[in-house]
């Protein structure tokens, strides 16, 4: 049987690797990914993968060539990119979306990355520090990555199945985000600081500073109706023809 040469793309990280460890593979700030095939719309219309929620991440690990690592490590900005290059390579920079009504379509090539000020950020750790302004409390948090997401959506379907009525994503994500509370890292004392004592108003200067440290591609796009709009990423942005 003859031999075929899949045609590959570096993609950059929005992070540029800044916030791994020197010795991970993804300190370069780039990976190579091949472009789809056959074999990766199986894996996009696989019921299992579908329903179990991890349609995306087996479809990232079959087309990454280099350098070898875990999608779980990837910071969320960073998988975003890749998932980007993939439906691009895939598929094309086209992406119809339809939305409150409207069909517009958005060009991924031009989507850029969030600007984020590396030099004032720590290299090769992910690991900061905030003082809440209001109660004047440092409190260290990271970044999260796919395996921090998976947590959050589990522990939030746990709790939901509890307590059916509560809306526990806020404060589940920060208890994930937070580290440590004044230089404490316990898991109890961070949550018990995060139900009992973080002042919304801290809660929401946090949550903006975050932002300002997390690398990302900027998801928005100016729809034709004028309004910036959040673009959406479900199994049919990968699967723009189901005719079959």
């Not at 960073?78 to 409150?100: C, M, Q, S, T, W």
């Not at 950020?121 to 997401?149: C, H, Q, S, Y």
């Not at 004392?189 to 801290?202: I, K, P, Y």
Request: hydrophobic share 40%; net charge negative.
């Amino acid at each position: 049987m003859a031999e075929f040469n899949f045609p590959t793309e570096t993609v950059l990280l929005p992070s540029k690797g800044h916030f791994y460890a020197e010795d991970s593979p993804l300190a370069a700030g780039k990976v190579e990914i091949k472009y789809m095939t056959a074999r990766e719309e199986d894996i996009l219309t696989n019921q299992n993968y579908i329903t179990n929620g991890t349609v995306l991440d087996k479809l990232l690990e079959s087309l990454i060539v280099s350098p070898k690592f875990t999608v779980d490590d990837l910071l969320l900005g960073d998988k975003n990119a890749l998932l980007i290059a993939a439906r691009v390579l895939g598929y094309g920079a086209e992406y119809p979306v339809r939305i409150a009504g409207v069909d517009d379509v958005v060009n991924l090539s031009e989507l850029d990355n969030i600007d984020i000020d590396f030099d004032n950020l720590p290299k090769g750790k992910n690991e900061f520090e905030f003082r809440l302004p209001k109660a004047d409390t440092v409190i260290k948090f990271k970044l999260l990555t796919g395996k921090d997401e998976k947590r959050i959506e589990k522990d939030i379907e746990g709790i939901k199945k509890i307590k059916p009525d509560s809306s526990p994503a806020i404060s589940t994500r920060l208890k994930t985000i937070i580290t440590a509370v004044e230089g404490d890292g316990a898991a109890k004392s961070v949550g018990e600081f995060v139900d009992n004592f973080m002042l919304a108003m801290d809660s929401r200067a946090f949550r903006k500073h975050y932002k300002t440290c997390m690398p990302d591609v900027d998801m928005t796009f100016r729809s034709s109706a004028g309004i910036d709009r959040e673009i959406p990423i479900g199994l049919s942005f990968f699967w723009p023809d189901s005719d079959l």
